[in-house]
């Protein structure tokens, strides 16, 4: 059973911008389809079984352009998801996105993992074009 999925894009942006995006929680809503909200400390999320406030951990580091973030549901499930900016030889940036499985129950897991990693394309789109602008 799959457990994760690595995607990537490319960003006609330098990678300190997309970073210093990437990096600040209040963006999320504007590229990431679930958050409804975010700050530093605490997001809500509309899923498909409503509305949830979680914990938000956002660690970032700008000398590797590393942005992971760690969402904690109020069942104590953990989300977590690990990102990185890179240049590439081209002056653009490379933006690639782990994504692990959802915290739900082991038999969800591989509809849930597939069903966000399409969602997840869709970002990933939505924040090239909010970088190109």
């Known amino acids: 059973m799959r457990m994760f999925d690595v995607q990537g894009i490319e960003i006609a942006a330098s990678p300190d ?11 999320l809503p504007r590229w990431a389809h679930a958050f409804v909200s975010a700050e530093e400390g605490r997001a809500r999320l509309e899923t ?8 938000l951990d956002v660690l970032s580091d700008a000398d590797t352009r590393v942005v992971d973030w760690r969402l904690t549901f109020p069942d104590g499930g953990i989300g977590i998801a690990h990102s990185r900016v890179t ?14 499985a959802p915290p739900v129950a082991l038999e ?18 939505t924040l090239k074009s909010l970088m190109e602008e």
């Open 17 to 27: 911008r997309v970073f210093a995006f990437l990096r600040e929680p209040g963006n």
């Open 87 to 100: 240049a590439s030889t081209r002056g653009t940036s490379i933006y690639s996105f782990v994504l692990h």
């Open 108 to 125: 969800k897991v591989e509809g849930a993992l597939e069903a966000q990693r399409v969602l997840l394309q869709s970002e990933l789109t």
């Open 48 to 55: 498909p079984n409503g509305t949830v406030d979680v914990g």
